[in-house]
């Protein structure tokens, strides 16, 4: 995990509970000592990333990634990335690859002591077998054959409590001789399923005889046709973790009802001599909720089949691929998750501190370029005509190590179309008939008027230069002009499709309550221009980041950019302009 930075008390604000719970368990010396299968020592902490491959990843899961991967670094332990694939019907390879590939680009790696540590819950479908049969033999589970609304209506309610299966006490032999041709595809879905044996009179209804395994006549992307049975999540969840020697299994809130089970799964494996002790714990820790954004799979993949965004990586999309295509970096993601930290009170984060994580990024690593996002001609009449003079601006003014970029004045020049006002407004400083403005990093000029079309829009502003004005010169210094403004010469700006990317919906919580996200959709969140751009960011390769000066963070598109013909997408601008 070497590309990850380690993380520091720059932040103390941000709390993370469990980093407590670790600590206390390293003093305690809980999972101390202990090996793995083949005698290796393994870690105290180890971790894991269990993601159900039917999906592409969101924000939320980026915050269990930095999550758990965080404490395995932190804690010189391990994190496992795991895939929970027990839903046949609803997994495929296309999103195993895709959340590997999430997985690495935000900065992560499950290699440890030389091995891979990457794992499918599938690969455990044959000791899981074996463990479900041992719970039968063991009398902590039967096979039911009741219908599903039976076993609906005997569940009880959280006022009632729920009626025992008339198969509950039926011999463990035949359960046993049930699983097993269960197994052998002898029956037709749902005629059959495991169950535990807890107490149906459980106030928590988890632990009313939960499901154990069902029967499903389904293609699984891995295991093909082999298994028509599949383990539950809730049964495969705890074994697989005590199999990979988890120490801290951390999930979300929905999931504390759960524990009860989790505990008696591994409890009852132990006894019988299937799992180790000391066995995993679950941990569970507040989803992150982010505001104008939804992180729900099902609507996102509304959102993406009903056309209302460009796919799953679409630049507006919470997704890892669509923040990862609009320009954020791994790095940003990192220093919001540690920022947001970890609780067990539900929020909502605010997506300026998303935003404000990537500008406290980029502004130290970004190298600085001037767009023209609404141009305007601007002609210096004095300037001669097909002459150009080299200017010069630094590729980061914090860093002059990193040198310079050049770019020529002409006497045409693109400049912004709110840089200029015919009748200024008050406290207008900029280019107006007779005020004097600095050209950034080239001359001073005085603005002579404006040429109009038909029907009175300024079409092009007119201005004369002061040959000893040049920035960097000795005469420049004569000049004390309040207005700066940036430009590109007509000739030979780069001339490129900019993407103003802005937040997917108007509404802070589009989808709380139940509301209807799509009538909060924001219609400005994308905007297309045709821009005219610094030259050199011809060379600009896919992913490159940039501060345009006074505009904000812009990335070179990683899909539409083409060699010596970049399309940007704005990441951010430069200050935080909502709730203003
Ligand atoms: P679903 O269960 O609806 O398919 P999910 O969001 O739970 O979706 P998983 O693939 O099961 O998706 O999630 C993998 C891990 O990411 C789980 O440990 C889950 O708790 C965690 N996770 C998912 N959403 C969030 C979120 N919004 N904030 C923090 N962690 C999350
Ligand atoms: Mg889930």
């Given amino acids: 995990m070497s590309n990850v930075p380690k993380s520091t008390d720059a932040n103390p604000a941000a709390s993370n509970f469990v980093r407590g719970i670790i600590e206390s368990d390293l003093a305690s010396g809980h999972y101390a000592g202990r090996h793995d299968a083949q005698g290796q020592p393994l870690p105290q902490v180890i971790t894991r990333f269990p993601p159900e491959p039917n999906g592409y990843l969101h924000i939320g899961h980026a915050k269990s990634i930095c999550l758990n991967f965080g404490l395995a670094r932190d804690f010189a332990g391990r994190c496992h990335l795991r895939f929970d694939d027990t839903n046949p019907e609803k997994e495929e390879q296309e999103y195993v690859d895709t959340i590997i590939d999430s997985v690495r680009w935000l900065g992560f790696d499950w290699q440890s002591d030389g091995r891979e540590h990457l794992y499918y819950a599938s690969d455990y479908f044959p000791k899981l077998y074996e463990m479900a049969q041992y719970l039968i033999r063991a009398g902590h589970a039967y096979v039911d054959s009741q219908t599903a609304e039976e076993m609906a209506a005997n569940r009880g309610s959280f006022a009632e409590p729920g009626k025992n299966s008339p198969y ?9 001789d049930l699983f097993s041709r269960m197994k052998a595809g002898e029956f037709r879905d749902g005629q059959h399923i495991l169950r535990a044996k807890i107490d149906m009179a459980s106030p928590n209804m988890n632990l009313r005889d939960p499901a154990i395994y069902r029967i499903r006549h389904a293609h699984h992307h891995r295991t093909g046709d082999e298994w028509c049975i599949y383990p539950m999540y809730d049964y495969t969840h705890p074994i697989s973790d005590a199999l990979e020697n988890i120490s801290h299994s951390l999930c979300t809130l929905e999931f504390q009802d759960h524990r009860p089970f989790y505990d008696w799964v591994l409890e009852r494996l132990a006894e019988g001599g299937y799992l180790q002790r000391p066995l995993p714990h679950q941990y569970e820790f507040a989803r992150l909720n982010l505001t104008y954004a939804i992180t729900s799979k099902r609507k996102l993949l509304q959102l993406v089949e009903e056309g209302i965004v460009d796919g799953w990586d679409d630049p507006r999309m919470p997704t890892i691929v669509g923040i990862r295509r609009r320009g954020y970096t791994p790095e940003s993601l990192q220093l919001f998750c540690e920022r947001i930290g970890v609780s067990k009170a539900d929020s909502w984060i605010d997506m300026s501190i998303l935003e404000g994580a990537l500008r406290d990024d980029l502004d130290a690593k970004a190298p600085r370029a001037t767009a023209v996002l609404n141009p305007l001609k601007l002609i210096i009449d004095n300037f001669p005509e097909g002459e150009t003079v080299e200017c010069s601006a630094p590729v980061h003014p914090h860093h002059p190590e990193r040198g310079n970029r050049n770019f020529p004045i002409s006497r045409e020049l693109w400049i912004e179309a709110e840089d200029f006002m015919e009748t200024p407004s008050k406290g207008y400083f900029r ?15 005085e603005c002579t008027g404006c040429d109009k079309d038909a029907n009175g829009n300024v079409v092009a502003v007119h201005c004369n230069y002061f040959a000893d004005s040049k920035s960097g010169t000795e005469g420049s210094a004569n000049y004390k002009v309040k207005g700066n403004i940036h430009w590109v010469s007509t000739a030979h ?25 799509k009538a909060a959709l924001n219609p400005d969140a994308k905007t297309v221009v045709s821009a005219y751009l610094e030259p050199g960011l011809a060379a600009a390769l896919p992913e490159d980041r940039f501060q345009f000066e006074r505009h904000g963070y812009f990335v070179a598109d990683r899909v539409d950019s083409k060699p010596g013909k970049p399309v940007f997408n704005r990441i951010a601008t430069l200050k935080d302009s909502w709730g203003k």
């Fill in 168 to 176: 509950r006490d039926r011999p463990a032999e035949e359960s046993l």
């Fill in 431 to 445: 280019l107006f008939p007779g005020n004097k403005v600095r050209l950034r990093y080239g001359y001073v000029v």
């Fill in 493 to 517: 700006a780069l001339q490129a499709e900019v993407r103003l990317y802005d937040r997917l919906f108007t509404d802070p919580q589009p989808d709380a309550g139940g509301r209807d996200f």
